[in-house]
């Protein structure tokens, strides 16, 4: 059978949320006096004539370890010599560790246009290293984030609606999508978009695929994602020399891209990469990186072809490994319970193998991979980098494609919105 899920059907607006009252703590708003420093503050610092960066942090209240931390991490972005006349500086601050701590620097940014010039960020193991921030992370003060039952960051609710990883799977789910097929949809979406965005009205999901029959397996044949007015839709191909199965956009070419943002076989986005506010220790640190949740032993994928460069127990990350990939990007896997048989220093790698295994190894709450993107030694957004792309079929095998493309566009019109039987 073909099955088809009109888009007009699938808005991710309408997505219905419930909640239960028995699982609802309700915690009346306690005003916070006039008088009292936010939590969270960022400040625009500017160096005066004759002023190195030293002395900029140590007159912002920064102690001196924490200077020779940010210096080292700046890689030689900032010396004893003086900033320019009249640099910006941006600095977040954010409470000690401890209650009663007063508040510590956790981020600063070198800024030129009003725009990130270079920032350093305290990490998950109060290490301040050099990370990149998109434009508009630095364009206004941040807020702390409240922190959900499970752990995940939540956003203030003027944000907009569920995330899109979110509502893919709760709209799948809604229109008797399989699960496996739910999960190739965000496989084959996941080098060209980013899974943390909030939907909007008019955002939609369209599918078309095979229903299981007489133990053949269900297929997706064609998937539309339409997000912010943009469309995104491929075909599936069957490569007629080795039976291979992947998917191409309308003109022949791959979604995939140099990384994955998804390196997992399977799993659940828990924290995004960013300045993380703790609620319970009241303080803030760089996230660095993405971490995706699921069973222990679930396996873990190259997101590029490489170079192991790590595989071993780092401290706080656990068993981790490090691959290096073309043009300067390096990728890492942390919290693993097991590296897949093989996996050392030196051994090369494809993109999609598995190289190990997701576990709770070192400081963690709980199952996940917390996987990291670092381009030049500066740790960059999974979600939101900008990668080459990749294969684009030519000449016999894009005729091919063209063919097969066409055959499933008439079974489309064919159906009119409802099922027709797949011969």
């Known amino acids: 059978m073909l099955s088809y899920a009109p888009a007009t059907d699938t808005r991710f607006s309408g997505i219905e949320v419930r909640v239960v009252p028995e699982n609802v703590t309700s915690t009346p708003k306690t005003p916070i006096a006039a008088t009292r420093e936010p939590l969270v503050e960022e400040k625009l610092l500017l160096a005066k ?91 206004s003060p941040q807020r702390p984030q409240r922190r959900s039952e499970d752990g ?28 496996p097929l739910i999960d190739e949809l965000v496989r084959i979406f996941s080098y060209d978009l980013d ?32 997000i912010g007015g943009e469309t995104r839709r491929v075909f599936r191909f069957q490569a007629p020399e080795d039976g291979l199965i992947d998917y191409f956009d309308e003109e022949g070419k791959s979604l995939k891209k140099f990384l994955l943002r998804k390196p997992i076989a399977d799993g659940e986005m828990r924290s995004g990469f960013g300045m993380r506010y703790h609620p319970i220790l009241r303080y803030s640190k760089m996230h660095t990186g993405v971490d995706w949740a699921n069973r222990i032993g679930t396996p873990i994928l190259a997101a590029g072809n490489g170079t192991v460069i790590k595989a071993e127990w780092d401290s706080g990350y656990g068993r981790r490994i490090e691959i290096q990939h073309a043009n300067g990007y390096v990728t890492t896997y942390s919290h693993q319970s097991a590296f897949a048989k093989g996996i050392a220093p030196g051994v090369k790698v494809r ?14 709450t709980g199952p996940h991979l917390h996987y990291e993107v670092l381009v030049n030694g500066s740790f960059v957004n999974p979600m939101k980098i900008r990668v080459p792309r990749g294969r684009e079929l030519q000449g016999p095998a894009l005729a091919e494609y063209k063919r ?17 039987q797949l011969r």
């Open 49 to 139: 004539r004759g002023e190195n960066f030293e002395q900029v942090m140590r007159a912002a209240g920064a102690a001196p370890d924490q200077i020779r931390a940010m210096i080292t991490a700046f890689a030689g972005r900032v010396r004893t010599a003086p900033l320019p006349d009249g640099q910006v500086l941006q600095a977040l601050y954010a409470p000690g560790l401890n209650p009663g701590d007063p508040r510590q620097i956790v981020r600063v940014s070198l800024v030129t246009n009003g725009q990130p010039d270079g920032t350093v960020a305290v990490n998950d193991r109060g290490l301040f290293v050099l990370v990149n921030l998109p434009r508009q992370e630095l364009a």
């Open 152 to 179: 995940g960051d939540e956003d203030d609710e003027e944000s907009g609606g569920a995330r899109l990883y979110e509502s893919i799977y709760e709209t799948g789910m809604r229109h008797d999508l399989p699960r």
């Open 195 to 226: 899974f943390q965005q909030r939907v909007r009205g008019g955002d939609n999901l369209e599918v078309i695929f095979t229903e299981e029959d007489e133990g053949e397996r269900a297929e997706i044949l064609s998937a539309s994602l339409t």
């Open 351 to 364: 993109q999609g193998q598995v190289i190990g295994y997701l576990g709770s190894s070192g400081l963690s």
């Open 404 to 420: 097969q493309r066409d055959e499933i566009q008439g079974l489309i019109e064919r159906a009119g919105g409802t099922v027709a």
